[in-house]
């Protein structure tokens, strides 16, 4: 592997409620290296997009706050680091695309501006260089116009479109990192595509690396080098996206594959779509043991006493399970 | 596209006010209390004389002639004559309508100035010691009535230590500086009762606003961009907050002017709504006509700049 870019060290993110501390994210390690595409994938609630939220420190304190771990950037520990040096390596360093484009851009301001506003508070641009560039990023992200729209406002795009505009938001101050939060999963299947082949196109011009958040078996399959599966707050299993889809070795992520749906089922002798039954525990009082026990059709006593660490079963291929 | 926005809603204004003055005008006459009155029991005035007068002025005639006659002279420009003042309506409304708007004007300033800061502070530390302690003097604020706080005020500041003077008077016998002085010192005590009364329920509504806004999805884009949170907070939260905000205090706005008409009767001030009081006590019904219907003009004007605000705040607005 080569140098890593971001580590995240057995960080816990937990969230203050009523009823007591929800473990959102409860000890996940990862890293990414310089230009890799890290997919994270699991269900909804699995802890993901906490993962992501507190690697930016975009997580509410309170409710929530880091228990424990560390979240490394290019050497330095960003947890422990004062607001004002935070500000400066979001949309610098690393940026975000959020999930819900309807709603992730400001209804008050024209999309020049909003993609302007990074580009003046990181390269110290006047309004008129930053309004350049924004035209620049319009036409990057491919939408027609650029010159013209740069002074539409959100409610005149489309979602796709608005999907793209937020791309250009997050790259305008070339980032080394981009975290992609579900970045198609409110958009039509067809315009998915598109904006999965947008990032791979300005991944192969600038170079950075991206995390890619989704729950979609197939934009892993093809858009990642490597995989995290996350289930209730931990990381169950990761390895390169061939190893995984090839040789799933925990019984969620073998679970998780058979769910992607296949032309061929009928021939292959499978009528219905598979489903993992049961679900989630709560992550307000985990189970003691793994986490998945309750829902393994392998689960043996051994598990549900106590929980499997993540161990190496082959190089870059760890697996949290005994079997 | 503006342009044609701003003409429609002032069309839309006209016949609102004409629905207006139709019910005012039917209201008043059909209320009790004639303004000869006075002459019936007068003993040097003769019947014919009374009853010639009524005629000439018509009031014998159905409502909606009366009516219709009296939009005609509005139209043209004369409001009427009051019977008790022995002047114009017109002039008697404008040599009292200067001193209401200027207080009013200042209270509502001092009402925004106060609230939209302490409201937005308040929001973006919930539950902090500086939330409670706003919240607190909001709900005392907008639980005092302000014939309340307006003796109150009088009392410590007037009699007790003698700073302020507890009558508004217009006939300053000063220039310059000293002028303004005079009446900047008069006008504290009732701008403060009426702008802090405003904006008390003010503040809530710019809190839970502010609230609303800051969990939604752009601000943290917003947050993820690295501009700092007072930048966050002032671009993207506030602008948005203050939509829901702008329509609040247009639609306050008759309730500003009705709560002026007791704080100028607390304070003396010799501005409209004193006005309107005496005119109703005298039976004054062309001045309480015409009183009523520079409030219901002012209530629309208020609506129309809430509108023009609307859609310089909110760009989704103009285009629809």
Known sequence: MTEALLEIKDLKTWFKTDDGMVRAVDGVSMTIARGETLAVVGESGCGKTVTARSVLKLIDMPPGRFEAGQIVWRGRDLIPLPAADMDKI???????????????????????????????????????????????????????????????????????????????????????????????TALDVTIQAQILELLGDMKAKFGMAIMLITHAMGVVAENAQRVVVMYAGKVVEEAPVEELFGNPRHPYTQGLIRSIPRVDARTRGHARLEQIPGTVPSLLNPPAGCRFANRCRFATDPCRDSEPPLRQVAPNHKVACIL | MSRDYLFRRIL??????????????????????????????????????????????????????????????????????????RMDVDTLIMQRLPTTVAVIGAAQILAIVVAIPVGVLAATRPYSLFDQIANTLAFVGFSLPTFFTGLLLILVFSIQLDWLPFVYRTDIRASGWQWWWEHIRQSIMPVTVLGLFQGASLVRYVRSSVLDVIKLDYVTTARSKGIGEPKVVTRHVVRNAL????????????????????????????????????????????????????FACLVVLFNLIADILYGWLDPRITFR
């Open chain 2, 12 to 85: 839309i204004a006209i016949p609102s006010l004409l629905g207006i003055s139709l019910v005012l005008f039917t209201v008043l006459a059909l209320a009790p209390g004639d303004p000869f009155g006075e002459l019936v029991t007068n003993p040097n005035v003769p019947a014919e004389i009374r009853l010639a007068l009524r005629a000439k002025f018509g009031l014998d005639d159905p409502v909606w002639i009366r009516y219709v006659r009296w939009l005609n002279a509005m139209l043209q420009g004369d409001w009427g004559f009051s019977f008790t003042s």
């Open chain 2, 243 to 294: 939509i829901p905000v702008v329509t609040l205090v247009a639609l306050q706005m008759p309730v500003v002017f009705g709560g002026a008409i007791v704080t100028e009767q607390i304070f003396r001030i010799p501005g409209i709504g004193s006005l309107l009081i005496s005119s109703i006590l005298a039976n004054d019904t062309p001045v309480v006509m015409g009183v009523t219907f520079v």
């Open chain 1, 90 to 184: 979001r949309a610098r360093e690393i940026a975000m695309v959020f999930q819900e484009p309807m709603t992730s851009l400001n209804p008050v301001y024209t999309v020049g501006d909003q993609i302007a506003e990074s580009l003046r508070t990181h390269h110290g641009l006047s309004r008129k260089e930053s309004i350049d560039g924004a035209v620049e990023m319009l036409k990057l992200v491919q939408i027609p116009n650029a010159e013209r729209r740069v002074h539409d406002y959100p409610h005149q795009f489309s979602g796709g479109m608005r999907q793209r505009v937020v791309i250009a938001i997050a790259l305008a101050c070339k980032p080394q990192l981009l975290i992609a939060d579900e970045p198609t």
